[in-house]
């Protein structure tokens, strides 16, 4: 490489990004000039010390496109910023396209659930696996419900927080290999419908759900749409369609990280409940009205939220780099 002639050929643009990234501020076009000049700029950095090493023109250059890029970054003040872009466009539209995936997981849960309750009822010996009476009764009549109050609400309510945070971050995470999230499913649904059988056997089927639905329609739902997001980034993997599997892993994983910062907040929400408001002593039907509640403000934002959200053009992706650098530089 003659570094002479290719710095002079390239001078007026390197000299242009120097110019804009110290720009106090951009109009739209200058932004996506700087973006354009930022990336060809980067290619011709990596060129240039291929062939030739450090270079004083190198370094140059390099100064250059760091302070592009800190435009790009922007300070704290510009992330808060987008914090609005995040909670109004991007995370409701990620949900929104797991919609039918998280209809199905749910569906067949629930259906699992009841086929595992209906067994055990249905046969005295699959009971009996459960315990013996006197150990049946004990869950029965103590230890269910004092799982609730055991210890103090906000211990308790951090504490199934992180359980469930971390069951939903390893579906999300663990998704691309297939097996993870049914084998999570079906032992979620098992325990389920194990402890629906035991109460139902006792003659204490409405103590089930008094104690599972304030906290349970949110959490549950949480878990589905988390367990929804494994099993995209495993279709991505077995069917990228005119993608290659990189880019649909790519493009589907940052979308659906996206989910997985959604789910920790909703999970949140129901482990605030599950600690404060399913032990507590407030009538029954305020209590599930107020998971019935939470369950309804989550499927809103979900589909209606997110249905306008798509209809704008957002994708879900955390990382639509383009779209967010341009309104900070601009800005």
Same mark, same amino acid.
């Given at each position: 490489?003659?570094?002479?002639?290719?710095?002079?050929?390239?001078?007026?643009?390197?000299? #242009?990004?120097?110019?804009?990234?110290?720009?106090?501020?951009?109009?739209? =076009?200058?932004?996506? =000039?700087?973006?354009?000049?930022?990336?060809?700029?980067?290619?011709?950095?990596?060129?240039?010390?291929?062939?030739?090493?450090?270079?004083?023109?190198?370094?140059?250059?390099?100064?250059?496109?760091? &302070?592009? @890029?800190?435009?790009?970054?922007?300070?704290?003040?510009?992330?808060?910023?987008?914090?609005?872009? *995040?909670?109004?466009?991007?995370?409701?539209?990620?949900?929104?396209?797991? #919609?039918?995936?998280?209809?199905?997981?749910?569906? /067949?849960?629930?259906?699992?659930?009841?086929? *595992?309750?209906?067994?055990?009822?249905?046969?005295?010996?699959?009971?009996?696996?459960?315990?013996?009476?006197?150990?049946?009764?004990?869950?029965?009549?103590?230890? *269910?419900?004092?799982?609730?109050?055991?210890?103090?609400?906000?211990?308790?309510?951090?504490?199934?927080?992180?359980?469930?945070?971390?069951?939903?971050?390893?579906?999300?995470? +663990?998704?691309?290999?297939? +097996?993870?999230?049914?084998?999570?499913?079906?032992?979620?649904?098992?325990?389920?419908?194990?402890?629906?059988?035991?109460?139902?056997?006792?003659? @204490?089927?409405?103590?089930?759900?008094?104690?599972?639905?304030?906290?349970?329609?949110? =959490?549950?739902?949480?878990?589905?749409?988390?367990?929804?997001?494994?099993?995209?980034?495993?279709?991505?993997?077995?069917?990228?369609?005119? #993608?290659?599997?990189?880019?649909?892993?790519?493009?589907?994983?940052?979308?659906? +990280?996206?989910? /997985?910062?959604?789910?920790?907040? &909703?999970? +949140?929400?129901?482990?605030?409940? =599950?600690?404060?408001?399913?032990?507590?002593?407030?009538?029954?039907?305020?209590?599930?009205?107020?998971? %019935?509640?939470?369950?309804?403000?989550?499927? %809103?934002?979900?589909?209606?939220?997110? #249905? @306008?959200?798509?209809?704008?053009?957002?994708?879900?992706?955390?990382?639509?780099?383009?779209?967010?650098?341009? &309104?900070? %530089?601009?800005?």
């Amino acid at each position: 490489m003659d570094l002479d002639a290719y710095s002079a050929a390239h001078r007026a643009e390197w000299d #242009r990004l120097a110019a804009l990234a110290r720009q106090r501020s951009l109009s739209g =076009e200058q932004a996506d =000039e700087l973006i354009d000049l930022y990336q060809t700029g980067a290619t011709q950095l990596s060129a240039i010390k291929t062939q030739a090493g450090s270079t004083t023109q190198g370094d140059r250059l390099s100064v250059a496109l760091s &302070t592009a @890029r800190l435009r790009f970054t922007g300070t704290g003040a510009n992330i808060l910023s987008q914090l609005p872009r *995040f909670f109004v466009l991007q995370l409701p539209a990620a949900l929104y396209r797991l #919609r039918w995936l998280t209809l199905a997981v749910a569906a /067949a849960s629930l259906v699992v659930a009841g086929l *595992f309750a209906w067994w055990a009822l249905g046969d005295p010996q699959v009971m009996a696996n459960f315990g013996s009476d006197a150990q049946l009764r004990q869950i029965v009549d103590h230890q *269910f419900v004092d799982y609730y109050s055991n210890n103090p609400a906000a211990s308790f309510a951090g504490q199934v927080w992180t359980n469930n945070a971390w069951i939903a971050a390893q579906c999300i995470a +663990f998704g691309i290999v297939g +097996f993870y999230v049914p084998a999570v499913l079906i032992q979620n649904a098992q325990n389920i419908g194990t402890s629906a059988a035991v109460l139902f056997a006792y003659g @204490r089927g409405d103590v089930f759900f008094l104690y599972i639905l304030p906290h349970g329609l949110l =959490e549950l739902t949480s878990i589905f749409v988390a367990a929804a997001a494994g099993m995209r980034i495993f279709w991505a993997w077995i069917a990228p369609g005119p #993608r290659t599997r990189a880019q649909a892993l790519a493009e589907d994983g940052r979308a659906l +990280f996206t989910v /997985a910062v959604g789910v920790m907040l &909703t999970l +949140f929400v129901s482990g605030l409940i =599950e600690g404060f408001v399913t032990p507590s002593d407030l009538p029954w039907p305020v209590k599930i009205g107020i998971g %019935v509640l939470a369950l309804a403000a989550f499927l %809103v934002y979900m589909l209606v939220v997110g #249905r @306008r959200a798509v209809r704008l053009g957002a994708s879900g992706d955390l990382d639509e780099f383009e779209a967010g650098a341009r &309104t900070i %530089v601009a800005g």
